[in-house]
């Protein structure tokens, strides 16, 4: 069974999304992970205050945080989606995944 | 290639620089790191001083011009890409785009990449800049210049300004520049967002008329201004980076406005730009764009033109095209033999 803990969230985040973010000035941080791999975020700095913050949570947050072995689903504190927006994003970019490179082996349960 | 014969250029991506030493210190740490500190104390995590987030992450490395080739056109469905400078100065030494980096990556991929250089006339002064200009075009092949005038302390200027700007468009235009490129709307640091608005444009697209002025991001929240603007000057082209992947989210408020622009400016005068590799892979977003249509509710509410093959081709790559003096055929035609 494949898990996802809070340390493997910030190390995703640290190499795949943060950086992304601070080049308008923005931020993330993680709220909470569930044992079922439901991930709690919220935006920080510029990100906050954007008013396309939708698209980067939907695209460049939780569609790259759901390649994540174990990751259920990803919610950003405040920034309230339709199902049908998500699944469109989930759709388009299921064949093309967004992680530049492979996260940390330490995702992979070794039980 | 898009379809086999679908010429995509587009219009801007950028080589980011976000390690920790192109930072200026430590006003940049203020705009990278204030807010997250903010945040922490908002979620009442125990206090730590502002200066503990500075550079928290531990980033620093720089996007390499293998990455982004990579994303690009392996496939990312992409036959040219125009690598924008960004030089925000006041955030970032070298600006988060640095000219050597746009610079490095049309290196590596010498036909298939254009160098879009960068100068700011406050940063140091309008007479580094012009020299800056010089230097660019003459030793690095520069094809265009971005320009970003909105500043988070005093040094925001005016496109219109004809003591500091103007000398800007003339030294392009004798360097043999014919396109010039604008961050507008919304800011992406700290700057107030009237220190963008596309209004300054209009007075330079008048006139310059030899040269073409691109606004980015539809000046978004300024877009009547913009469809104004470019309505009224035919040296006036629209970039839509910031705006093509608002379809997945929204794909009616993306239909409107491109609606808008069909029926206001026309086609000929609209730019794919992908911004990658902020949002990663571009395929998705040009494959949505090529399928898409404007709805029959809304060609009947407002009048909007239903978009064509036309027009599609226009976008993703030809307007671009025919901007920067590419033959199109040739490439088509190549990459038909080739596959």
Not at chain 2, 62 to 78: A, Q
Not at chain 2, 258 to 274: A, E, K, N
Request: proline share 6%; glycine share 8%.
């Amino acid at each position: 069974m494949t898990v996802v803990d809070f340390p493997s969230v910030e190390e995703a985040l640290d190499a795949q999304v943060r950086p992304l973010l601070r080049i308008h000035g923005g931020g993330i941080a993680v709220v909470g992970v569930s044992a079922a791999g439901d991930i709690e975020l919220e935006f920080e700095g510029a990100c906050r205050a954007c008013a396309l913050k939708t698209v980067t949570y939907a695209i460049a947050v939780r569609q790259r945080l759901r390649e994540l072995p174990g990751v259920r689903d990803v919610t950003v504190r405040g920034v309230n989606l339709s199902r049908a927006a998500l699944d469109r994003v989930a759709a388009a970019y299921s064949a093309h995944p967004l992680m530049i490179a492979g996260p940390s082996q330490a995702m992979e349960d070794p039980l | 290639m898009l379809q086999h014969d679908v010429f995509v250029f587009d219009n801007v991506v950028h080589m980011y620089d976000l390690s920790d030493d192109n930072l200026v210190a430590p006003t940049s740490a203020v705009d990278r790191a204030g807010q997250l500190w903010i945040g922490a104390q908002r979620r009442g995590e125990p206090f730590r001083p502002l200066t503990d987030y500075v550079g928290a992450d531990g980033y620093a490395r720089r996007w390499t011009v293998e990455d982004l080739g990579s994303l690009l056109f392996d496939d990312g469905l992409t036959d040219m890409a125009m690598a924008q400078a960004v030089v925000l100065y006041d955030v970032y030494k070298d600006g988060f785009a640095p000219v050597q980096a746009q610079y490095e990556f049309a290196q590596a991929f010498p036909d298939r990449v254009m160098f879009c250089g960068g100068v700011d006339p406050m940063y140091p002064g309008k007479a580094g800049a012009l020299a800056e200009m010089t230097r660019q075009v003459k030793e690095m092949g520069a094809r265009s210049f971005k320009f970003y005038s909105g500043h988070v302390g005093e040094q925001s200027w005016r496109c219109d300004d004809r003591e500091l700007a103007y000398p800007i468009w003339e030294h392009a235009l004798d360097l043999g520049i014919e396109v010039v490129q604008f961050h507008k709307g919304f800011p992406i640091t700290r700057a107030p967002l009237d220190t963008l608005t596309p209004t300054d444009i209009e007075r330079p697209a008048r006139d310059f008329p030899d040269l073409t002025f691109a606004i980015h991001h539809l000046a978004l929240p300024y877009f009547e201004e913009c469809v104004y603007i470019a309505a009224r000057y035919p040296n006036v082209v629209l970039v839509l980076s910031g705006t093509m992947h608002l379809p997945f989210i929204a794909p009616w408020e993306f239909k409107m406005y491109l609606g808008r622009l069909l029926r206001d400016v026309g086609s000929d005068r609209l730019l794919w730009g992908s911004e990658a590799p902020l949002l990663g892979n571009p395929r998705p977003a040009i494959e949505w764009f090529w399928d898409m249509e404007i709805d029959e509710e809304l060609q009947e509410r407002y009048g909007f033109p239903q978009i064509t093959e036309t027009d599609k081709r226009r976008i993703l790559g030809l307007n671009q095209a025919r901007l920067f003096g590419v033959d199109v055929h040739d490439r088509t035609a190549s990459t038909s033999t080739a596959s």
